[in-house]
């Protein structure tokens, strides 16, 4: 099965900064279209028009599921001067008891680099209901350049 992932970047200052937001997923491209369409008129995301990306993703079920759960990982020095969150969803999972065997499994294997890191480091898991926007940028974003 194939899905598509619905997300707005912008680049706040020459690709030093670059903001994204994820908008959701979800299981055809029109759904995918419509959300753009959806957002584009939206504050923040109305100075960037260009800023949408389609991403068609496999997702290894036969049957189309309700949610997605998704790991995802924000790394930070103590001040937040430096910032850089991933979200992995090379490897959506259809069920949350698989996506935290997967991150466990993960953590461990890497567990010497992350005792290492001087940074700080969260983690988690995301839940998305397919083929629903998520709510969180419907009033949209402020756009502060540069910083």
């Known amino acids: ?11 706040k200052s020459l690709y030093i900064n670059v903001e994204g ?17 959806f957002f584009k008129p939206i504050k923040g995301f109305c100075d960037y028009p260009d800023g949408f990306i389609i991403t068609e993703l496999p997702l290894n079920c036969t049957r189309k ?10 790394i930070h020095d103590k001040n937040y001067d ?3 969150g991933k979200y992995l969803d ?3 999972y259809t069920n949350k008891k ?3 065997k997967a991150k466990s499994r ?14 700080e480091i969260e983690s988690g898991i995301n839940r998305w209901k397919l083929d629903e926007k998520t709510k969180e940028w419907h009033d949209g974003f402020e756009v502060y350049v540069g910083g």
Request: proline share 3%; net charge negative.
């Open 90 to 92: 090379l490897n959506l």
């Open 98 to 100: 698989e996506a935290v």
């Open 1 to 11: 099965m194939k899905i598509y992932k619905v997300e707005h970047i912008y680049d």
């Open 106 to 119: 993960f953590e461990r294997l890497n567990k010497e680099e992350i005792k290492k890191c001087p940074l």
């Open 65 to 74: 599921p309700i949610y997605l759960y998704q790991i995802w990982y924000y």
């Open 82 to 84: 430096y910032e850089y």
């Open 21 to 37: 937001h994820l908008l959701g997923y979800f299981s055809s491209k029109t759904g995918a279209e419509k959300t753009v369409e």
